[in-house]
């Protein structure tokens, strides 16, 4: 016991000796949320328009004067011909402008119907969509207004509620797929490095031959990393709580709990990485690839998996950070409880199984 | 000092076809400063790593300190120490967090620790360094406390394994103090090497020639049978027929 406190001593003294190392360790998750909580955000406010009203009636001043009122939209300037809409995009002022031809008024009054043009700068899809529906909501409450006392003979009103996240905020996905990707970075690339770095030193070899057993080496190694996952876990939540506004709406001791496996799976990814490769650069190399390209690309992070085609469905059964994924966001944003994520949380730990006996049985044979 | 320290009986290691170390048999008494050369790729490095327990024979048999290396790999950890050709210490760890970590591998006592850093300190003249950062030391400096960290829990036998590579004469000739002085208290020392002065310096030696020991006995002894003057034309008489190139 006292040797294996001696060694993981000895790799505390590894990672805070490393002053580039521990900035990443513990200034990476804190500088993501922090950027990403002050300038990544799906909410668009104070976007310049243009306004073309060839109608210049009771019905187009209304309607202008509540997308002015909107903290969405500030009316840039109102152009006398449309032909000046291009020449204004082009020149990257405005997001988006809107056309209300003549006789706006009277169309609407007379025929009970009324056309309005909406132009958005589609070269940035998400505003671009965002945009247009921040104004058809502006208009379709202009005419729910209109219709008020008056009944329609057939009406359906579809009633829709984003549910755990009324908002539509990005943070609800973020901060999962962040976990996912700070604890894959940590477990996996810190302690594939840390090990490949005792075989290049030649350490390993004298650790071999002494009486300290190879599975305390490994004991020792996942310690630290262990500890440093588990207070980013801790300094992701805290931010996610008071500076994003984001509370973990499920228990907090399960998020814990379920995020020590999806650790212990990681840390023995890392292990099998150190195993196979004979330099650091290996190592880190194979880390990346191993953990960063699949969390972005398979994990449902990013990019929906359903819409993918079916091999890619199959492949993304094999990223740990997917279930992992699908866990913290059940947990934090749904508040489920265990009945409703054990499924994925046996995964991890079939997957945890799986590298521990891979890694053990490459170990032997490297020492046979 | 009746039992021998080390003692094989043809023991052999293959890798498929390929046979690393064929039958060797020889027998290392307690307190003999026993040379193993060869050139790179005869075998040294497959018989030491026999010897401490990283790799299993395929065949033969072979006692270190008394104790089966099939069988009783653990007991015979306790009673070596290892040194690499890469003096094998952490450089971002201070002198002194070396020594407490190695020693502490080996279960000594915080009060063992304490009393043998300082006599090691001592020794090593590096009592002012002992706070230093290892990346700071001179490689000779390295070196010589990456030796006497192998020996801090007195083992019956260390293993060198081309401990002075990489370093000029002097150092060298002062590394071999430090080695004569364990070998005084009673540390049987195998090392392997490559420099043919440092032979000279051995009890006895054992000249591996691809992967077999062509000739075993003290320096002078075997001048005198190859009819040379240094161990240098031994050796190249010997490894004249050697096949395996590197």
Known sequence: MKQLLSFVIKEFHHVFRDRKTLLMLFGLPIAQIILFGFALTNEIKNAKIIVVDYAKDAASRQIIDKIEASKYFDVENSLSSHEEIEAAFKEGKIKMAIVFPLNFYEDLSRTNKAQLQVIADASDINTATTLTNYISSIVMDYQNSLTRGIKPPFQIQTEVRMLYNPQLKGEHTFIPGMMAMIMLLICVMMTAISIVREKELGTMEILLVSPFKPIMVIASKFVPYLLISLVNITSILLLSTYFLKLPVQGSIFLLYAVSLVFIITSLFLGLLISIKSESQQTAMFISLMATMLPTLLLSGFMFPIENMPLPLRVISNIVPSKWFYIIVKSIMIKGSGFQTIWKETLILFGMAVALLLISLRNFKIRLA | ?246
């Open chain 2, 1 to 246: 000092m009746s039992a021998p320290v080390i003692y094989t009986n043809k023991l052999t290691k293959r890798f498929g076809d390929f046979v690393a170390a064929k039958e060797l048999s020889f027998e290392v008494p307690a307190g003999e400063i026993f040379g193993f050369l060869g050139a790179n790729g005869a075998g040294k490095t497959t018989a030491m790593r026999m010897l401490c327990g990283l790799w299993v024979p395929s065949s033969g048999e072979a006692t270190v300190a008394g104790f089966d290396i099939y069988h009783e790999r653990e007991k015979i950890k306790r009673n070596i120490g290892y040194m690499s050709q890469k003096f094998s210490l952490y450089e971002d760890l201070t002198v002194f967090e070396n020594i407490k970590f190695y020693a502490g591998i080996y279960g000594l006592t915080n009060a063992q620790i304490k009393e043998k850093s300082q006599a090691l300190l001592h020794q090593l003249d590096l009592e002012k360094e002992s706070g230093h950062l290892v990346s700071s030391l001179p490689l000779g400096w390295r070196q010589k406390l990456s030796f006497s960290v192998a020996v801090i829990h007195e083992p019956r036998i260390v293993f060198l394994d081309e401990p002075t590579g990489g370093v000029d004469p002097v150092t060298r000739r002062q590394f071999w103090d430090l080695i004569y002085d364990a070998a005084n208290k009673g540390i049987t020392v195998f090392v392997t090497t490559h420099y043919m002065d440092e032979a000279e310096y051995c009890d006895r030696i054992s000249i591996m020639v691809d992967g077999v020991i062509e000739a075993l006995d003290s320096p002078s002894n075997l001048k005198t049978k190859y009819g040379v003057d240094s161990m240098d034309e031994v050796f190249r008489q010997l490894a004249r027929s050697a096949k395996r190139s590197e």
